[in-house]
């Protein structure tokens, strides 16, 4: 069955740097674009990256570009999200998804970013 596992989540200063993973199983990860999204407290969950499959192409939500980037290891079925300058509205839980006839999630990973 499709699993995803997302890691790396964590406390993180403002200004600081975390990169979430997220391995995948149950798929053909080379030919599914992979998301990341995020959910912060009081508010929905919103598309934070997507990335095509084999890479070819990129979008990122307004709120995270330059500062945030996706990218996949198609060799490791497993997605990337590298978080720079870090900012305390970046608070939330971190989930990786895919679309297979269906939406599918990992289980998330918080992120908190906090002096």
């Known amino acids: 069955q499709v699993q995803l596992v997302e890691s790396g989540g964590g406390l993180v200063q403002p200004g600081g740097s975390l990169r979430l993973s997220c391995t995948t199983s149950?798929?053909?990860?080379?030919?599914?674009?992979m998301s990341w999204y995020r959910q912060s407290p009081g508010k929905e969950r919103e598309l934070v990256a997507f990335i095509s499959s084999f890479s070819r192409s990129t979008n990122y939500a307004d709120s995270v570009k330059g500062r945030f980037t996706i990218s996949r290891d198609n060799a490791k079925n497993t997605v990337y999200l590298e978080m720079n300058s870090l900012k305390p509205e970046d608070t939330g839980v971190y989930y990786c998804?895919?679309?297979?006839?269906?939406?599918?999630w990992g289980q998330g990973t918080q992120v908190t970013v906090s002096s």
């Open positions: 998804g895919t679309v297979i006839s269906r939406q599918y």
């Open positions: 149950g798929f053909i990860f080379s030919r599914s674009g």
